[in-house]
Structures are given as C-alpha cells and as structure tokens.
C-alpha cells in the first residue's frame, strides 16, 4: 500500500477535532474551513488530497449560458479533471447566493471516483447531492445557476476557502463537524499522532462513562490511570 | 382544467434549481428568496401564487398583546383571507429574532387550503409546523411572539422577502433547495420549458451514471448524444 | 416535592413559544437566546437553573495546550461543578469558530446529572453530543479545540449568551425552537400562567383542526367560545 | 406660530441622545435609525416631519433606465411632492449596495424646501450632496444607479427605516449621532421634556467641568444641588 | 497623445456614478467595488490600469516575518512592478482584520508614479497614506502587519475585489463614493458616452438650482428642454 | 520617572501598526481591537493602563431609568473610579445599537485626568466626546442611552473588547489605525523595541521618498543599507 493510501486510511478513523487539536499543537490554529457543512450528516469521514477551483464574481457579458458549451469550459475542466480518490475545493468567495455546482456534476465527479468535493459557498439540486455515495460540504442550499454570480477562472492553484488557505494536494477531512485542512507535508505526522489521541480518547470516554471526574484523566496527569491506559490499550489498539 | 391549475400542475414536476436557470437564460437573476430553507425537508414541492404580507417593525405602544383581539388585525386577516390554493409570503425584513407567526396559524392556513407559507424571518413552534401536511420556509425558528419586533402593516402588497421582490400572483416553487419567485405573466412558459428541461436533466443523469463524461453532453453539443436523447425521449417522456 | 424541582416539572409541559409570549405580557421582550439551536432536536424539553460559564477571547501566551493539565482551569471547573439538574450555559461571544467544548466534558456533564449545555458558540464531536442522552444548543459544529479562541474566565458570573441577559440561577428552557431564559423570581409564576396557555393552546388546535376560524378563538374573545373552552377544559385538564 | 412649526423649533435645540432618553422613560426603546450617518457632520440639526419612500428589490425587466421616462416614476413623485418642511425617508431595506438617490434629486428636494433625506441604503454623488445646505444621512456612499437593486414601488405608507418603524408625520430629528423617530402624537410632549433636559445637562457639563463628580448631580439626587440649579436655571433659561 | 492616456484623461473628469448608469444600460451591474472608501475624501478623481495582487488566508509556517527578507516576497513584487500610471488592486478576501499594505509601501508606489491603490481590506499607517499624493481606498485602517491574515499568492491574475471581478488592465476609477471597474475592452465607448452625460448633468443641476422640476428634465423627454440644452451645450461643452 | 511612566512615554511616539508587528514576532497576532476607531482623528496617541467595565445585555426590569439614582450604579462607579492616566475600556459585546457613554460621563473622565476611553460599540453625544481634550474610540455614534441594552455588571475584571482580550493593567495604545492591547509584562519590552523600529522606519520612508526601491532596505538585508542607516542613525536618534 503506497503512502498517501496509508495516511488516507488512517485518517479515515479519526475526527476533525482530534485532527484540530494536533495541528494547535504543531502553531497551526486556522486550518478548519469556516460555516460549511455536510448536505447529509452521518456519511463516512471524507479524506483526500485536495483539487482546486477558484471562482471571481460573475461580469454578465463573460458569463451568459452558453459558456457551458465551450468544453474547456474551467467549471466543467476540474469536474473531469479532479483525480479519483481527491476531494475538489471550490472557492465561492463564501457567497451562496448562487450555487457552486449542482448535481449532475456532482454526479459526475463521484462517478469518476473522486472522495468528496466542498464548497464555501452553496450547492443546488441538494437533496440529490445529499442522497449520492459521495460526502459534500456547503455553507447552505443555492438553487441559482453558478453564472449568476461566479465564474471559473483557474484550476488547482491556491485559494481561500470558508477563510482558510488550501494549497493543492492538502490532505482534506470532513466529518460532522465540518472540514479540516491538513498541510501535504504534515499529513502522516497528524495521522498517526490522531490515531493514538483517539484512541487514548476512546479510553477517556469509557472512563467518563464510568462516572470518572476528567481532572487527572483528560489530559492526563494522573499516573494511576496513566497505567490504566496501558493496560487497556494493549487490549484495544488492534482492534481499532 | 383551469390555466393556473395546468402551470401549477407541471410546476410541482420541476426543480427550483431548473427554474434558476430557466429565468436566468430570460435576464431574471435575482429570484431565489435568500438565506430560507424548509422546516422540514422531503416534502413535496410547494407551488401556488403569491399572497402577501408586509411587516414594519414593531413600535412598543402600537403592539401590546391585546391587539390580537382585533378580529382585523392584519396578520389574522392575512390568515383568513390568504387564498385556497395560494401561498403566504411574508416580508419580515430577514429579522429572525422574533417569530413571524407559529403553529395555530399554520394549522388555519393548512385547513384553509392554502398552498404554503414563506418568511425570511422565523417561525415559532417550529417542531410542530415542520410536521403539517403544509410546506413552509423560514430562516430560522424563532420563539418569541410576532410582536416583540413586526407589526403586520399591509396584506397583498408588492413586497421583499430575503432580497427578492415579491407580487401578488407571482408564482412561488418551493423545494429542498429553498424558494423562487416566477413573475406572473412569465409562469406557464418557465413551466413548460422546465418540463423540458427536467426531462433532459434526467437523461443527462443517467447517461452520467452511465460513466459518461459531461462534455458534449451536457450542454449537448455532441450531434450523436443528441439522438441518443431524441429515441430515450420518446420512451421516457410520457411517463414523466 | 421541593418548590424549584416544582416549578421545574411544570415548564418541562410547556414550549419556549408560550414562554416567550408570557414574558413578553410581563414587559420582557429579550430572553430568547439568538442563533442557537439542538444539536439533535425532538429531545424532550430541557430545564434547569442556569450556571454560567465566561469565556473571553484567547490570548496566546495564556492558552497553549499545556493549560488543561492544572485541574482547576476554569473549563473542567465548570464541568466538574455545574449543580446536578442545572444547565451549563456558555458565554462564547457569538463566536463559533473554535468550539465551546467537546464530547467528554458533554459526556462528563452528562454523567453528572447536568440538565443539559448551552453554548452562543459551537460545541465540537457535535455527531457524539448529539447522541447523549442530554440536550445541548449551540450556534453550529466547530471542531477546533476551545484554547484557539477562548480562554475561560469565571464561573457562575452573569453573562451574556445569544444577545440575552443570564444570571446564575434563572431557570433555563430548551426546546426545538430554542432557548428561553426565565428570571429565576418569575419562574413559578411563568410555569402556572404557560400551563394555562398551553391547556388553551391545545383546545384553540383541536378547534382549528376541525375548521374553526382564528376569529374569536385565538385571542379568545367570543363568549360562546369561552364557554366551549371551559368545559373542554373541564373534560381535558387532569390529562395534561 | 402654527403648533407643529413651533415644536420644530424647540427641537431643533436638543440633541437625538436627549429625545432618545426622553422617549425610553415612556416605553419606546427603539426609535433611533440605526446604522445611519449624517454626509457631513456639523450641520444645524434636522427636524421635519416624515414623508417616506418604499423600495423593494429590482425586477430586471421592470426597472431598466427607461423607467425615468415617466413622469409618475415613484421615485419622482417622491422628490416632487415631498412637502417643503419634511424629511424624505427611504426605506432601502438597508441595501447600499446601490445609490437610493443621487445629486440631482437631492438638489432639488433642497430647491422645494425640504428639510432633509434620509436612507437606510447609500446615496450616490455623495461629495455633491454632502455640500448642499440640506442635512441628508445614508449608511455609506454608493455610486450604482438605484434602478440596479432598488424599485420604488409606494410613496408615504408606513415603512421600515434602519430598523426603526416610520409612520408619515412622525417627527424626524438628525444629528450627528444618527436619527431618531419620534412619534407624530408625541412630538410636542418630547419637545418640552427635552428642552428641559437640555438646560439641566448645560448645567451638569459645567459643573463637571468645574470639577463636580457625577454621583448626586447626574441624576439629580443632591437637595443642595438642586437648589444650585434652579438658581442657575434662572440665570440662563432665558437664553436657551 | 496615446489611446489609452486619451481614456484616461476624459475618465477624470467624470464621476463613479455616471460610470455605473453608463455600464448598467450596457447590462453590466455590478461593477462597483462594495464596502471601500478613499482614506482621504476631495482628492483628484484616480484613474488607471488594474494591476492586481491575490491574498490567501496566512498559514502561520509559511508566514514567519522573515519571509519579507525573500526579495521575491510577492507582496513586494508587486509594489516594484506595478506599472506607473497603473493602479494597485489587492484582493484581502474583505477581511480587514489585518493590513492590505502600510505607509513605507504606498509611499514606494507613489514614488513610482503608481495612480493608486485598492484593497477590499484594510490599510495600516492610514494617517500617512491618507497623507501621501496618490489616492487610496480601502474599508477600514488596521494596525496588524498583512501576514497575520494574508500570504501574497499571485500577482496580475483576474482577482475578486469588494464582490466585483477585477481583471488586469480593467480601467478603475476612484472618486469619493468609492471605485468602478471598467472592462478594458469598454473603457474608450464609456469615457466618451460619459463625458457627455456629465456635461447633460451639470446642465440640469444648474436648471434644478434655478427652480426647474425634474419632471421632463431628467431623464431629458420635454422637447422645448432638449432645445435650451443644445444651446446651453453650445456655449458650455468647450469649457468642460 | 516611574518605570510605567517612561514606558508610556516611549509608546506615545510609536504606532499602533509598529506595536502589532512588534507583537506578531512575539506569536501575540490578536491584539488589535476590531471595528472601532477614533470619534476624532489626529489626536495624540492615547496611551495608558487598561481599567474595565463589561456590560451585559439589559433585562428590562432591571434597568428603568431610575437606577442611576444609585450612586454605586457600576457605569457610574467606573467612571468615578477610573485612574488618573488609565484607559477605561468597555466590552460592549460589539453592540452599538445603544450607547456606551455619553458627553456628560466623557467629560467627567477627562477632568479626572483619565487617559482616553474605549468601547467596541458606540458613544452618544458624539460630536461633543469628539472635541474633549481626550481621545475616543468607538464602533459608531449612538444615541440611545445605555440602559437600552447594557447593564453595567462588573468593573475591572478581564474582559473581551472588539474580539480581543482585555486584562486590567494592560496598556492601551490608541491611535488613527485604532486601538492596540499590550500584555502588561510586556509592555516596557514592547516599548523600546517600538523606538528602535520606529526609527527605524523613519529611515526608511526618507529613503523611499528619495526613490529607493524596498528590496534590501525593508527589510534591511542588504549590508550598504545597513551602514547607511548606522550613519543615518547616528544623526537622527536623539531628536526622536
């Protein structure tokens, strides 16, 4: 198994705010998309390297319909363009008066293999979108068609998203509390140091369950309970 | 059948997302009520013309809670005499801190035969509204009574609702996606046209499923993608 | 049983709507917390008597990771003193981009017998809070770690949260349209008067149920009606 | 002197702060315009009553540049029949991302003898209308004729302005502070309660400028001071 | 005298506002840069070249304050390369939370004979800016140095500015109700059909001085009217 | 001269901007109070030790006018208590819907030789606070008294102010960018270091305005400059 695959997988297991928790420690504090969420919470963790779009506002005589019939078309370039296995991240200036993209292209990309696709601004045809085996993230439901007040003007370059950078092949995460931004050179570190926190956070809670106080145990301090997580651990870590 | 029934008819067919598009190739862009979503989602499509009204907000000496006994109160006005069939759009300056109406309305507007019901505020006894056989759209839910911030000034006038304009008659569509507004003289041809457009939508989509690449097909520029339309068409259309 | 425990077992009958109309007749206009919401709606109705909690925002020299290991930081204080049966009421500025806290300390609260959590912020690992069996309100999902904006400062002071006044000891309620806050002194003669509306509530529905107009009945000012409501009642007030 | 030229008057001496105050002590907490400013500061304070104007968002087919043509434009008509004395207030739904109005209107509205503008939105020609003798307040300036978002659909109905209800007649006072609304039934009342304020504040300033605390003078809780008021009243009334 | 220098010198003498009339019949709506303003009102209309400069949101590794030291650093590329005449336009994301630029950088550009900058963000040192021979517009003054939001990230791409598409060599004009994009390919037809709006314009201020009605005048539909304005025109247009 | 004397000295000849990066490179990024800036420009610089008053939002029987017949009211006691050369800071929680203070208040401050006054919402009486001989800082005027919608509820604690923390001691530097909080043990720090940039900078800016390019100047990386600002150095820093 190639490397990214390994780092993708792990991070599979693991959630946004672990991963949140291990880039504040590393000085990295704004690397969690702002005001997006899933079209249909519940759907498996979301990781792939990111693909970009980069929207400007709409000008009206650059933008009438029949753009869509030019096949080099830059909207319709990243949706056959994104590689399988990638998430595509739009920059929508965080404007959902007009959607990002609707569900045919969504269709299309999850087709075509890729891992998820987000957007700071507003997806249309959402209930479709929402139903597909491919997560999405939005800022809320946009019906108007993406001329109306974007224009796809370049492909995986750096962009702004919910006011984070994303710089292609980021590696992307998304759960139900939203999306995380994990910096290329950064990813297997994170990924492994969030395995064990949640696995050590798996501990804690069944401690919690138990009636513990967190003082001693979350963080843990305690070198009682230090021992029972090493005893426990080696019960657990294969499994998880 | 009557005219309005007919276009009313084929619209609960189409998508807000297709009217989008559909009244954008016409120079309309602005006509997606903004920042609203359904209370409960999955229903079907709401469609009915537009009834109105119109708040101010509230000035404390004019809305004590004894002016409900009023049997001409304008916001019980617009509940008795809203229309069978129509749509109550309520222009609440997209002020969601106080309810613009709650569950005992939406329940008369619903055994009235009214269509649906549209705020850019909020609704109040927002569980049991979302339950109603009726659509309705708000911003967000809102507990406190009505008169805290809105006094109804007016029913059945042209009005904003989140930044569209709104006139009787109008014909208002409403789905997951949120709501548009089609002016009035323009609703049969947006409904016939969508009805074409739907149909295509659903050729591209399966075409997309298919494993097919979205250029040349959608838009269709690709002459043999085109008879491959026309024969599915004639199985498919009647149907619809 | 005790008056508060009393009191307590009224509002959890009664709605944030009827709550909200009862202040608003007693000259309170503002204790509807703003832009908050369940994390899981159709729990049953959350009370208790508020214990606050006030974040001011991060400095970072303050606030590196290191600070949850001193057992009395005032986040795990909090967590670990809120009275059992109260509700842990958060002032996070409106600030939702780090997260107020997370599934442990919910977990913990939990354990401990909290009524349940309400944050003006967002609460992180929102799929696992959500899944407690307590409620919790918050403006949105935020996954990273509180430390990123906010460093708590006191306990159980009186705060702002969502544009509304909260003193410690005022009773708090929940439902799905969101989060009332009672004046502790008002808060028995709130529960006896909203027990009332709501008994009137729910004839004033059946009646509209069965075609009643709004007229006369909701406000009720028509005395034939008065005296259908009074034997109704009489059939239907030991149910409530 | 006619009863409401003779209220103009004394309110032309007291500040927004005043009437503002005034008008808490009787119940009304919401009568300032909010997030309005006046073009140029420093001008005599403007008082009128309320002639109003109500946009609505633009239809495109509705509101090309054509519509100037007519004479019976609203938003002519507005600018020709407000009455001299008054203050033209438009409801712009605080949408300055075009011009409510530019110089020329303003121009001549100061021509005909009104008594000043005011807009929740932005005008345009700002430089222009800030150098005419003619008091006018807007959000922020905005160079898009209004035709681009703005329709005028009715002119002197009852209206939202800046958050704020505006009746027709209501008493609109501006000064560098923002706006305030005073309600027409209470305009005289307001008028004297401020005048009197007005000359006891005079006196409080120079009191703290002679070195007075505030505690005992502002309020006015001292019996000592005030006696020395009332001496100093004598002395300085006349003058007021 | 070149083509473009022509443009520009008529450009000067026209204001923002009959920029966006002009555009808008053309069907281009939304070409004024929302929410900026000049640090210093009455300068000389600004007129020139877009050269623009893309910020993305700062990621804390790669934005240590030695990264300055890299003569390459973007941000100083472009305030060495922006061409004389030109006008800097930097794209901030309209986050103002920290600086676009400070004084040592507009003072390089203004030294270089650049006409001026724009930032959709926020300027630091705005006191010497505002005090600099070169006209500058931005939201509001901010102290923070640029990289604890902002990383320069390309230099003359097509950029979002203010909620307008800029792309390079658009004509933008500043005056004091803020700053217009003209698409290049328009900038001559504009600066011409201007001008004699402007010279229509200064005509019909002067008949509104005298007393005139806008009726018939403005828009221009009184034959006899047209008439006086040829005249007029004849005797004034040598001046302008 | 006292130790916080001498510093206060050195600061009142530095910029905020010059202290924001001084801060940056100390890993401090969040000290720049958002969205407030000064009633009047080109006063002073305003520098001096932060005393606290936090607001709550208003309940309504708790604040009739009446209370400030209370001579222990905590806004009164703020004012009265302030210290000579201190900065009384109040955490509005960005609500300028109501004022903060008004004239009478200000005033009083200045005659107790308070430094300056700073609230992230607004000040009434704002034309007046403007022409004190003291500095200002707020979001914008407001004319509705205070008890609107604050209750004063504590005096000196730490607090929030315009999204950053604010601990009693801190010093407070003001000026036209806007208002800087300096951690209290590290403000003499802060303050030398400020001298040298801050001569830095002069150096610099001669420089440019004698037509130097930035690269290897600002930075100073370029071993030439280097001696050329020891010269240069050599001759200035005594008149700074």
């Given amino acids: 198994m190639g490397e990214l695959a390994d780092t993708i997988g792990k991070l599979k297991k693991v959630s946004t705010a672990t991963i949140a928790t291990c880039l ?20 498996p963790t979301m990781v792939g390297e990111a693909f970009t779009l980069r929207y ?117 995460v998304g759960d139900d509390d939203g999306v995380m931004v994990i910096p290329a050179h950064l990813a297997d570190e994170v990924a492994n140091e969030c395995l064990d926190i949640t696995l050590f956070e798996a501990f804690v809670i069944q401690q919690v369950q138990n009636g513990k106080s967190i003082v001693g145990l979350y963080p843990l301090t305690d070198a009682a309970v230090q021992k029972e997580f090493e005893a426990w651990k080696g019960q657990n870590s294969k499994s998880s």
């Fill in 56 to 172: 400007i506002p709409a000008r009206e005589d650059l933008n009438p319909i029949e753009v869509f019939k030019n096949p080099r078309h830059l909207q319709r370039v990243a949706v056959e363009e994104c590689p399988k296995g990638a998430v595509l991240v739009i920059d929508s200036r965080k404007d959902a008066r007009a959607a990002s993209a609707g569900s045919i292209l969504a269709t299309r990309l999850m087709v075509r293999g890729v891992a998820g696709m987000v957007t700071d601004g507003g997806f249309r045809d959402s209930a479709e979108i929402a139903d597909l085996d491919m997560p999405s993230y939005h800022h809320r439901p946009s019906a108007p068609t993406n001329l109306t007040l974007h224009q796809a003007i370049a492909v995986n370059e750096p962009i702004a998203c919910g006011d984070v950078a994303v710089f292609p092949e980021d590696i992307i």
């Fill in 24 to 43: 504040f420690k590393k000085g990295l504090k704004n690397q969690f998309i702002q005001e997006v969420k899933p079209l249909k919470p519940g759907k």
